[in-house]
């Protein structure tokens, strides 16, 4: 693959850094520059846009089986983690993400999620059979952990949903920490339900794949979580599909208060899961804002990787300026993932 440069009056490498004129130098699938001003260098190829260029987006937590993943690339999203989704299905898929002809993100995957007999999401509706991996054990447990660790799984997800069932025990949930630390695996949870969230933090898990929506996280939790280093994946909107809930209010609290505490916040959607659209949801980006996030915040949970030298050639161009105000990532004019536009408008 040849050399590409694009370039944009305007750009965002990362927290702090605003570009003018700004040009990346994409070599291979991954940057290889990022400059202000840079005249172009001779026989490469330049895309030159009207816009404001950053990095690409990142899905956190997504049902790609549920959705449409070239929807989702077109949209400013060449990245997605997919948390729950049959093992003997996602992992061709995410293998097949890897190759240039895939018209989608890059997929990421958990496989199913480890739950107790028949916890959630063993009869969700949304679930096919095999979504979740039923366990029998400690034992059982770090066994589940060794099968998804070798099939490929970035992530092991288990559930807590206290509300629509049993959920691994203790011992289960240690086992399942203990394992994946083991492989270099992170933990997330779904934890939903009294007391789920302070389980959670107690065994070792690294991350909630939701913000906690039926339960308020005291204060004392939240320092904890900070302390310990768990992020939140926000999938503020998915508690209302645009409109205003009591889910939605409880999420938004606790996020305000993690945010404010220092805790890390990273952009989910939980897309497949309900009428959530594709690619970067605009209203998930409002959401955060109202839980105090400034811009830089917000893009710093959105992106994939800032721009840098080595980092993934995955670019987008906003027709307006987000600065001025969140509803510029309704329209884009270009994506670029692993180094080939993907869409230009």
């Known amino acids: 693959m040849s050399a590409l440069i694009v370039r944009a009056p305007l750009g965002w490498a990362r927290a702090g850094s605003?570009?003018?004129?700004?040009?990346?130098?994409?070599?291979?699938d991954a940057i290889a520059a990022v400059e202000e001003g840079a005249s172009p260098l001779e026989d490469v190829e330049v895309v030159d846009v009207d816009g404001f260029l950053?990095?690409?987006a990142a899905d956190r937590h997504v049902?790609?089986?549920?959705?449409?993943?070239?929807?989702?690339?077109?949209?400013?999203?060449?990245?997605?983690?997919?948390?729950?989704?049959?093992?003997?299905?996602?992992?061709?898929?995410?293998?097949?993400?890897?190759?240039?002809?895939?018209?989608?993100?890059?997929?990421?995957?958990?496989?199913?999620m480890l739950a107790a007999p028949g916890g959630y999401?063993?009869?969700?509706?949304?679930?096919?059979?095999?979504?979740?991996r039923e366990l029998a054990g400690p034992q059982d447990a770090a066994d589940a952990v060794a099968e998804l660790a070798a099939l490929g799984a970035t992530a092991i997800k288990v559930s807590l949903d206290a509300e629509a069932g049993p959920t691994p025990t203790d011992a289960e949930l240690a086992a399942v920490c203990v394992a994946a630390a083991a492989a270099g695996i992170p933990v997330t949870a779904h934890a939903q339900g009294a007391g789920q969230v302070e389980r959670a933090l107690g065994a070792g898990v690294g991350e909630l794949a939701h913000t906690p929506w039926t339960e308020t996280m005291s204060d004392d939790v939240i320092r904890a979580a900070v302390t310990a280093g768990m992020r939140l994946v926000s999938t503020l909107d998915i508690q209302s599909f645009g409109l205003d809930t009591p889910a939605l209010?409880?999420?938004?609290?606790?996020?305000?208060?993690?945010?404010?505490?220092?805790?890390?916040?990273?952009?989910?959607?939980?897309?497949?899961?309900?009428?959530?659209?594709?690619?970067?949801?605009?209203?998930?980006?409002l959401l955060l804002a109202e839980a105090g996030l400034e811009l830089d915040a917000i893009l710093t949970a959105l992106v994939r990787a800032p721009l840098e030298p080595g980092a993934p050639a995955d670019l987008i161009v906003l027709d307006g300026d987000p600065r001025e105000g969140l509803k510029a990532f309704d329209a884009l004019?270009?994506?670029?993932?692993?180094?080939?536009?993907?869409?230009r408008r």
């Open 18 to 28: 605003v570009l003018h004129d700004a040009q990346v130098v994409r070599e291979g």
């Open 54 to 56: 950053m990095p690409a």
């Open 63 to 112: 049902h790609i089986g549920l959705a449409d993943p070239g929807a989702v690339l077109l949209r400013g999203v060449t990245a997605v983690r997919d948390l729950a989704w049959p093992a003997d299905r996602i992992f061709a898929l995410a293998d097949a993400s890897e190759t240039s002809s895939f018209t989608g993100p890059l997929i990421r995957a958990a496989g199913p």
């Open 121 to 132: 999401p063993s009869h969700a509706t949304w679930a096919p059979p095999g979504t979740a």
């Open 249 to 285: 209010r409880v999420a938004l609290d606790n996020l305000r208060r993690f945010h404010a505490a220092g805790g890390e916040v990273r952009y989910g959607t939980d897309l497949g899961n309900g009428p959530i659209p594709p690619g970067i949801h605009t209203r998930e980006l």
């Open 333 to 343: 004019v270009l994506v670029v993932r692993a180094g080939r536009v993907a869409f």
